[in-house]
Structures are given as structure tokens and as C-alpha cells.
């Protein structure tokens, strides 16, 4: 065994969707240090770490997320890692959410896994550090009020990691997923906005966590580090929970 050093990624390349924001570019940041040349997929790249390529795309439009795709593997050199992150919230229950939400909410936060990682596919072959890795959510393992959609949603995206990770364990290929607790990102910042005493809602969210504070994004950032090192071959189709301790309650 060879010690981690600041250079685990070097010379692999990484295409993180929802790249352009929260735990999204808090990841990228955690893989350019590592030495990890990366592109990020956005519907608004702009706020993407410097040094990503920024290619403006959204995940529901096969066309382009093929087009997006292979931008990325020509500008990086081809594409070793695929962060599927690009996802979107949904309140409401099953009584207040409509067939259009549904399509929606499962088109953003579902299909475009299996759409970005179909593109990829071909990249992903050539590579000998293959993997991809899903960023799901304790809303799916946990009975949340008001998240029947999105929790469908994440439960979906872990249940296609692991046979994700059964189809292609033998061709060299791993499928990981994150599964974070709420995190400190813009997306919460959002919600927070909405609430007549933000400052208030905050401090109740953070008590609600077991461990009295949000999820910082770089620390989701970290586990989806560990599982696309090329350092870690042996781990696949592992649901990797960072939500200090709110699934153990
Ligand atoms: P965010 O809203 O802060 O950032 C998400 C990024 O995804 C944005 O840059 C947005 O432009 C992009 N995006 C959204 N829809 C897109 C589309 N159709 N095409 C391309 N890009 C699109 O969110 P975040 O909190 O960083 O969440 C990232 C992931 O983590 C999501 O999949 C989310 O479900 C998941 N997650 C978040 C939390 C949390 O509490 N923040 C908890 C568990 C899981």
C-alpha cells in the first residue's frame, strides 16, 4: 500500500454534474487538489472552481448531455470519473404532486444518471480507473414529511447504483453513491429565504441534526473522493451515508 498523497488523482479526469454550485463544486475543488483535471456539466457553469472546464447543459436533454459529454472527454482527454450530482428538491405529497412534477423531479434527479452515464459509457471503457458516483440522499432512508417525490427520487438513484455496480463490476467499472444528510449549499441557503425567520429556521435545522450543525459540502466532497479513488478498487456499489449520524436515529 502506497500512502495518499495530494496527487491520488493525477492524471485522471472527472465530469461532475451540478457542478456549478454546493456539493457539486465543493467536489470539484476536493479533486483538482488531488490533481484531478475536471469539467463541470451545469445549467449555470458559471460559478464552477476555476481551472473546471464550464459547459452549459441540462441533464433532461439527451441531446445535449451527449454533446456535453464528449466536449468533456475531448477537452479533458477522455473521462475516467463521473459524479452524477445534478438534482433538484420537491415538497408536496402524494395528493399535491402532479404528473408533470413527477416527470420532472424523476427526469432531473433519475433519468439524467442513467442519460449522463450512458454518454460516458464509451469513455468510461477505456479507462482503467473507471467510476462513477452518484450523490443520493438520507431523504430516501428516512420517512421525511412533504418529500414523497424527491424521496422517491434518491431511493431510485441508490437502487441503480448497486445494480449498476453488479453490470459492470466484471468490465472493470465501479458505481458508488454518496448519500448526504442536509447540507450547508445555496440549495438550503434557498430554502432558508423562504421561511419568515430564516435565522430561526437555521438554527432549527441545525438542531434537528444529530450532531448540531448541517453537513458541510466538502465533507460530501471527501466521500466522493474516497469512492472515485483509483486508491479504493475494490469499493463498489457502496452507499456511503455523510449526515452525521441522522440514519442511526
Ligand atoms: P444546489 O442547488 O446548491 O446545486 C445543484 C447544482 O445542480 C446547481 O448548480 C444547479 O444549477 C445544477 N442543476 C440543477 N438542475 C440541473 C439540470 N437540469 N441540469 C444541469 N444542472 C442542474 O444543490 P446541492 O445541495 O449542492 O445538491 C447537489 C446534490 O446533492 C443534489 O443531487 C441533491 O439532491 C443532493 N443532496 C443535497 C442535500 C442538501 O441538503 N443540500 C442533501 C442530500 C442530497
Known sequence: MTAATDAEFAGLTALITGGGAGIGA????ALQARGAATAALDLDPSDAPEGAIRIQVDVTDTAAVQAAVDRAAEELGGIDIVI???????QGQVETNDDAEWHRVLDVNVVSVARVTSAALPHLRR?????????????SMLGLPDRVLYGASKGAVQAMTLAMAADWVAKGIRVNAVVPGTANTPWIGRLMEKAE????ERAALNARQPHGRLVEPEEVAEAHCYLASPRNRSTTGVLLPIDGGMTTL
Open 127 to 139: 479507462s482503467e480507473a473507471a467510476v462513477v458516483v452518484n450523490t443520493a440522499s438520507i431523504a
Open 84 to 90: 452524477n450530482n445534478a438534482g433538484i428538491g420537491a
Open 26 to 29: 465543493a467536489t470539484i475543488r
Open 197 to 200: 425567520d430564516p435565522a430561526a
